[in-house]
């Protein structure tokens, strides 16, 4: 059985879009912590704006060495779409039932999430989401889709590492324990 685990870059008041703010943090530290999550995934999950965007982008990026570049566009990409009928980048589009499709994606693969703010939210109401790894940035930007902004239900989480580099930037993995603990009612 394999899992799902959701990368992201995040503010420090939460804000996960458009993160050119990381740029002036990135450091070999912050580069091997995503080279481990792309080592122990199978295959990446997507949405279909984050897998246009990085479509565009990774086949030639320029800003990366070869060894990334060839890793991003070799690993196995799945896309949760209804809109892309075609795609590229070995990438492949989920079919049906898209909570049907990752889960017997995950039942066979560690599948990877970057970006993908509504897929997110999707896996995490499906209680799809067994794990996440967040890289925390010191930097309040105030306006932006937040990570968790559509929470309905408190969830648990376990920490299961933590660094935190001379930058400022907390690197943070948690595992999901409840993704389904109902908040209380005290009226």
């Given at each position: 059985m394999g899992k799902v685990t959701v990368t992201e870059f995040v503010s420090a008041d939460g804000v996960m879009e458009n993160p050119a703010w990381?740029?002036?943090y990135w450091n070999d530290t912050i580069a091997a912590f995503k080279d481990g999550e792309l080592n122990e995934a199978d295959a990446l999950l997507l949405g279909r704006t984050t897998y246009q965007e990085f479509a565009a982008v990774w086949p030639d990026h320029p800003g990366e060495d070869d060894a990334s570049k060839a890793q991003m566009n070799d690993i196995p990409k799945h896309v949760a779409t209804t809109t892309l009928t075609e795609l590229e980048w070995n990438?492949?589009?989920?079919?049906?039932d898209v909570a049907e499709g990752i889960r017997a994606l995950k039942a066979e693969k560690n599948l990877l999430v970057m970006g993908s703010g509504s897929l997110v939210e999707f896996l995490r109401s499906q209680g799809l989401v067994d794990e996440y790894r967040l890289a925390v940035y010191p930097v309040l930007v105030g306006s932006g889709r937040r990570l968790f902004d559509s929470v309905e239900a408190q969830a648990t989480l376990d920490l299961r590492?933590?660094?935190?580099?001379?930058n400022g930037v907390l690197l943070l993995v948690y595992s999901v324990v409840s993704d389904t603990v109902a908040v209380p009612d005290f009226d």
């Open positions: 990381t740029f002036p990438a492949t589009r989920i079919e049906g590492d933590c660094k935190v580099l001379d």
